[in-house]
């Protein structure tokens, strides 16, 4: 079967760092995602992980290690407007289709 | 540069009704379209996706459809709405990379 697993919520200080985990056990995995996603809006891309290690990009960084289905996302200098869900997803083995097998979010609330 | 746009914003159905959604994108050709559901909780659930005008595959049964008439444009309809319908519907496309690129999304509330 297919399942992404994340925490449902997590709260953090302003200017502090935090990570968020996704374990995650799929049929077949070509790269996992991130997304953010504010409240009623549509999820906007944040990092792609296809190799084992890290990817830094400004503030946010990835982790990949594909031997634990193991996955964070790593938020630092946080700001207010971080508060926001974190989606991770995977994307299947589809070839052209590139289907991504998504979690359910993790609520992050930035607190002053 | 692409973008994708989404409309209606916002719709309130009773149970029963039609439904067309639409999608289109601009500024590519060829694209991967995807049309996902996210209920209130609930994280985004692959509803179709299509390589290509008229190729259409459905990832979940229920009674909903969509069509790909043209290249940039896919529609999400349905015949007669439940109320397990409501929720937040996303179009997505991507072409060259993996990653996937969302539209502004359309909130059905089904009444």
């Known amino acids: 079967g297919q399942n992404i697993d994340q925490p449902t919520e997590m709260t953090a200080t302003e200017g502090a760092i935090v990570q968020i985990n996704c374990t995650y056990q799929t049929s077949g995995f070509n790269g996992l995602f991130w997304y953010q996603q504010h409240a009623g809006e549509a999820p906007t891309f944040l990092s792609y992980n296809v190799l084992d290690g890290l990817e830094e990009k400004g503030r946010f960084s990835s982790f990949l290690s594909r031997s634990k289905g193991y996955s964070y996302l790593l938020l630092k200098e946080l700001q207010m407007k971080d508060s926001a869900s974190y989606l991770c997803a995977v994307r299947d083995y589809g070839g052209a289709t590139n289907k991504l097998i998504f979690g359910t979010g993790t609520l992050l609330a930035v607190q002053p | ?111």
């Open chain 2, 1 to 111: 540069s692409q973008t994708i746009h989404q409309w209606p914003a916002t719709l309130v159905q009773p149970v029963g009704s039609p439904l067309s959604l639409e999608c289109t994108v601009e500024g590519t050709s060829n694209p991967n379209l995807y049309w996902y559901r996210q209920a209130a909780g609930r994280g985004l659930q692959l509803l179709f996706y299509s390589v290509g005008i008229g190729q259409i595959s459905s990832e979940v049964p229920q009674n909903l459809s969509a069509s790909r008439p043209q290249d940039r444009q896919f529609i999400l309809s349905s015949k007669k709405l439940l109320l397990s319908d409501s929720g937040f519907y996303l179009c997505a496309w991507r072409q060259a990379g993996y990653e996937q690129y969302f539209g502004p999304g359309t909130r059905l509330t089904v009444t």
